[in-house]
C-alpha cells in the first residue's frame, strides 16, 4: 500500500500488513452466473447470493430487455451434488395457459422440485421426488422436460460407503405422484453404466415401459463414463480395436483364415515416400498420391518373407557344416 506524501514509513512484522481485500470482500464476490438457457423467449441462469447464505437463485431476464429477476426466494437453493461436482439443476419450459414450468434440485434435500412462478395465487414449488436414508440419498441432476415427465441423471446411494452407488437414467412424473414412492420412478436404463450427463432422446427410438430395463444408451443419449476392465469388474473401455475376423467364411484356423505370421516374419511397414514421392514418377509411370507409402509396405513385406524362407532353407545345410567341423578333431 502506497504511503501518502510526507508520511513517516512505518516498520511492520511480516505478515500485518492492512489489506483493503479481507475475507468480507472475498466472500462478498464468490461465484459467476452458470448454466445459462432459455424458456421460451427469455433466458434463464443460476447466479450467487453470497449476503443469502451462500445460495445460488434463478434469475430471469425478460424477452423485451431490462435487469434480470430472481425466480425463486430464499431459502431456495439451486444447486445440485451429482458426483458432488454438481451438474444442470434446473429445466423450464414455456406453456400456452399460466406461464412457464420450472423443475429445479433444491440443494438442502437434493429433490426434484416443480414451480409454477407465474400461476395465480403464488403457490411454492412442490416435491417430484422422494427422500432417502441411505447414503447421500437420491440425487438429479440434467432435467430434461419430456410430455408429463422429466427426464435426467438419477444417483442413487445403495450403503453407507461413497463407492456404494449407482447412475442411471430415470423418468420422475410431473403430478408428484413418486414425491412419495421411489418405485414410481422409471428408470430408462440399467445401472451397467455410469451415466454422468444428459438424457434427450434420439427421435424414432422407442422407450420401454416400467417392465422392462429400457431402451438401449445409444437410444436414450447422453454421456457415460467409460468403464474400465477390471472397475468394479464390469465393462471394458471401448477403444478403435476390433477382433480379427476370417476372410472367405473360413472357421478358425480353416481355409481362409487369417492368421499371424511368426514375429520374426512380419512386414514392417514403411512409413516414407517412394522416390520421386508422391504425385512423381516411377518406372516411367506417374505414381498416385498416397501409393506410394502402400506399395512400399507391400514390397517390404515380400522382401522379408523371402529372406525369410532363404534363411530356413540354409539352416540345415549349416547344421551339416557345423557337425562336420566337431567331428575333423575326433577324426585327426
Known amino acids: 500500500m502506497a504511503q501518502p506524501a510526507g508520511a513517516a514509513a512505518t516498520t511492520r512484522p511480516y505478515g500485518t500488513w492492512p489489506s483493503p481485500i479481507d475475507a468480507g470482500l472475498a466472500a462478498s464476490l464468490d461465484g459467476r452466473p452458470e448454466y445459462l438457457g432459455a424458456v421460451g423467449d427469455e433466458l434463464w441462469w443460476t447466479e450467487p447470493r453470497p449476503q443469502e447464505s451462500g445460495r445460488r437463485t434463478l434469475v430471469r431476464r425478460p424477452a423485451g430487455g431490462g435487469p434480470g429477476a430472481s425466480v425463486l426466494p430464499a431459502p431456495w437453493n439451486v444447486r445440485s451434488r451429482v458426483t458432488e461436482y454438481g451438474g444442470l439443476p434446473w429445466a423450464g419450459a414455456p406453456r400456452a395457459e399460466g406461464g412457464p414450468l420450472l423443475v429445479f434440485v433444491h440443494f438442502a434435500d ?21 427422500l432417502s436414508a441411505v447414503g447421500g440419498g437420491l440425487r438429479w441432476a440434467d432435467p ?8 435426467c441423471v438419477l444417483e442413487e446411494f445403495t450403503g453407507p460407503a461413497p463407492t456404494d452407488v449407482r447412475r442411471v437414467l430415470a423418468a420422475v412424473p410431473l403430478d408428484g405422484s413418486a414425491a412419495e414412492a421411489r418405485s414410481l420412478v ?9 451415466f454422468s450427463t444428459g438424457p434427450p432422446a434420439v427421435p424414432g427410438r ?22 474400465r476392465r477390471g472397475h468394479r469388474g464390469r465393462g471394458a473401455r471401448p ?60 514390397e517390404a513385406g515380400a522382401a522379408l518373407a523371402g529372406a525369410a524362407a532363404r534363411r530356413a532353407d540354409r ?13 575333423r578333431p575326433g577324426e585327426r
Open 110 to 130: 437434493q429433490r426434484l422440485y416443480a414451480y409454477e412462478p407465474d400461476a395465480p395465487g403464488g403457490a411454492g414449488p412442490r416435491p417430484l421426488t422422494p
Open 144 to 151: 430434461v422436460l419430456r410430455g408429463e415427465e422429466v427426464w
Open 186 to 194: 422409471r428408470e430408462l436404463t440399467d445401472d451397467r453404466h455410469r
Open 206 to 227: 422407442p422407450v420401454r415401459g416400467p417392465a422392462g430395463v429400457g431402451p438401449p444408451p445409444d437410444a436414450v443419449g447422453g454421456h457415460r463414463t467409460a468403464a
Open 239 to 298: 477403444g478403435p480395436y476390433r477382433a480379427r475376423r476370417p476372410r472367405g467364411g473360413g472357421g478358425p484356423g480353416g481355409v481362409g483364415a487369417r492368421r499371424d505370421p511368426p514375429r520374426g516374419e512380419r512386414p514392417r511397414r514403411l512409413v516414407e515416400p517412394v522416390p520421386g514421392g508422391p504425385g512423381g514418377r516411377r518406372g516411367g509411370q506417374p505414381v498416385p498420391p498416397g501409393r506410394g507409402v502402400r506399395r512400399r509396405a507391400v
Open 315 to 327: 539352416r540345415p545345410a549349416r547344421a551339416g557344416l557345423r557337425g562336420a567341423r566337431r567331428a
